[in-house]
């Protein structure tokens, strides 16, 4: 009988498969059935590893079995994909117990005459690991896609983009296991009073190198201590929380995140805005909007109200706010190394469609920014199309908003958000440059 884990994670690649979900929902769905946390954390890294590396995997596999990756059938490549990343990236498990697993998952799924090829293929894959045929930096496009694991068509464009040696180190930070990011909750404590409360519950952290508030951890299990129920932090990826910090809304302002869900940045506005300012935060989904709510409520933000709105069909509100902040939905091709599942699910054609909504989100947004406010537009996009090519358009249509950078802000030279400001002033996080997911962000003032 195949362990629990490899079951589990069978049923993790099928799900998949079969648009059960993303994987961060998928994972968390099947986990359940595991009452041992070392076989979740097993069916977690199988996963996420099969999904990060498939392309490499598939290369391998079809090497090794002598015949095209689409020749093979789906159950049987899953199998296939999750055995051969344990015999090629997990040292702890013996090659033995991976290949004998896998043969009896195909019995096990009603694949028996597979049982065979699966056999020798795997076998010859572990015998062959240190020597497999994998291209070379010579061959630049096949070197990110292939050895790298990435879709051909944007590993193209980051070569266009970026040239060679910095699209391989976007590839690589992609493929490395993302840290633990924890943001203070500083309507409720300091991010070195959390510091010092999660060591005392034995969570070893150290400070983010740009977010102010930011805490990176080195040791334990800050989610399953008492702190957690307390509302002191919330996990926050580094360059999202710099999004927040980039946002800079005056105390006492009042202040729209219109696409607020699941939180985290309304939170961080309604620190800034203080007791004095108002914060209203939104989203169009109702699990979003629930999600949001438990939010707002753990990290006791009073001084906020929640709506349901589509900003695609117009906004409730007047010119009354003084910010008004936009983290649009986009291809999220900036957080592959969080969601590695994203590079296999994205399209290029996905980026003229984004645009289009978020051009048509910004503009609807606007109309809630009173004469003098600001606009602030964001993606977690690494693509030009969805980042500044939309400012542009937005600029173009709408004369009364400029682009402006925040450098005057006296509180933004004392933080790493100044670090992290492009040529025209733009929030611009990259993992070349900064070791961070690839987030935009713009400030766009409204004259009149």
Known sequence: MPAPARLVTLRVLRALRGRGGDLASVLERERRSLPDARDRALVTEIAIGAVRWRAALDHVIAWAGERRIDEFDAAVLDILRISAFQLLHLDRVPAAAAVDDAVDLCRLEGHPRAAGAVNAILRRISRERARL????????????????????????????????????????????????????????????ALAAALLS????????????????????????????????????????????????PAAAGRVLDACAAPGGKAVQFASAAGPRGFVVAGDVRPRRVHLLRETLVAARADRTAIVRHDLLDGLPFGPVFDCVVVDAPCSSLGTIRRDPDIRWTREPGDLAWFAGRQLRMIT????????????????????????????????????????????????????GVAECLDARGCLRTTPHQHGLEAFFAARLRRRS
Do not use: K
């Not at 910095?166 to 500083?186: E, G, K, M, Y």
């Not at 102010?212 to 702190?227: C, F, N, Y």
């Open 133 to 192: 045929p994998m291209p070379g930096p010579e061959e630049p496009l096949a070197y990110l896609s292939v050895t790298w694991s990435h879709p051909q068509w944007l590993a193209a464009r980051w070569i266009a983009r970026l040239g060679i040696e910095h699209a391989v180190s976007w590839v690589r930070f992609n493929n490395a296991p993302a840290p633990l990011t924890l943001r203070a909750n500083t309507l409720r404590t300091s991010r070195d």
């Open 201 to 248: 519950a034995g969570v070893a952290t150290h400070p983010c190198r740009f977010a102010p508030d930011g805490l990176i951890i080195d040791s334990g299990q800050p989610l399953e201590t008492p702190l957690a129920r307390e509302g002191l932090f919330l996990a926050q990826d580094e360059a999202s929380q710099l999004v927040g910090v980039f946002a800079a």
């Open 364 to 415: 609807t947004a606007s109309r809630g920014v009173r004469p003098g406010g600001y606009l602030v537009y964001a993606t977690c996009s690494s693509e030009p199309e969805e980042n500044d090519e939309v400012v542009d358009a937005f600029l173009a249509g709408t004369p009364e908003f400029s682009l402006e950078p925040p450098a005057q802000d006296p509180a933004l030279p004392a933080c």
